[in-house]
């Protein structure tokens, strides 16, 4: 069976550190892959995409990046946190071509 | 407008109610519903997952999908205090590539009182 992880499960963060999310997913090869970031009262916000080793979609223009140095690897990125970046931060795959997306566990981001 | 609207509630209902939420969604092209269900502090779980109008059944759980109103509901008969969350819609068209990208609502807040 599929498993997806997500490290670290909390993280409070300062304004103006780096931040490094990781996301791993066992049990499949070649899955598209996701970062979501969820905000109060703002609803899911994708925010990359992946369809492979070394190839990201930006949906919106920010301080983060995404990078996938391997097939089931993928990892969220800041040089500089800003206090807007605090929210919970998901990971989800899917089979390519499937319709069915699953989530990983989430991480609660704060930046102070 | 949101291309998925739905209403954030709260909503609040006794044991054993039957508990409609409902989802809208404007863009004609989207053939894929699913319901997430988000326990607080959790990432969403996929509930329930349709590509048709009409309705899909799976054990205390409906959905039902209406394209020509556009409109998305989940039902859910003799609910349990272990319901209350956050149910997320979300739709999807079929771009026809690899890159399926979903579209989420901003989700209900359901509580179910013993």
């Known amino acids: 069976s599929q498993t997806i992880h997500q490290w670290p499960a909390t993280l409070v963060q300062p304004v103006g550190s780096p931040l490094s999310l990781e996301c791993t997913v066992e049990?499949?090869?070649?899955?598209?892959l996701y970062w979501y970031r969820q905000a109060a009262g703002r609803g899911l916000q994708l925010l990359f995409y992946?369809?492979?080793?070394?190839?990201i979609s930006s949906e919106v223009p920010q301080n983060l990046s995404a990078s996938r140095p391997q097939d089931r690897q993928f990892i969220l990125s800041s040089k500089k946190l800003l206090l807007s970046d605090s929210g919970f931060y998901l990971c989800?795959?899917?089979?390519?071509?499937?319709?069915?997306?699953?989530f990983g566990p989430g991480t609660r981001l704060t930046v102070l | 407008q949101k291309e998925v609207e739905q209403d954030p509630g709260p909503l609040s209902v006794p044991e054993g109610a039957i508990v409609s939420l409902n989802c809208t969604y404007s863009?004609?092209?989207?053939?894929?519903f699913m319901w997430y269900r988000q326990y607080s502090r959790k990432g969403p779980e996929l509930l329930m997952y349709?590509?048709?109008?009409g309705n899909k059944e799976d054990g205390r759980f409906t959905a039902q999908v209406d394209k020509s109103s556009k409109y998305i509901s989940l039902f859910i008969r003799d609910s349990q205090p272990s319901d209350s969350a956050t149910y997320l819609c979300?739709?999807?068209?079929?771009?026809?590539?690899?890159?399926?990208?979903?579209?989420f609502g901003k989700g209900t807040l359901l509580t179910v009182n013993p």
């Open positions: 049990g499949t090869s070649n899955p598209n």
């Open positions: 989800a795959w899917r089979y390519q071509g499937a319709d069915e997306q699953f």
């Open positions: 992946s369809v492979g080793i070394g190839q």
């Open positions: 979300a739709s999807e068209k079929n771009s026809g590539g690899s890159n399926y990208k979903l579209t």
């Open positions: 863009n004609s092209a989207f053939q894929y």
């Open positions: 349709t590509y048709s109008s």
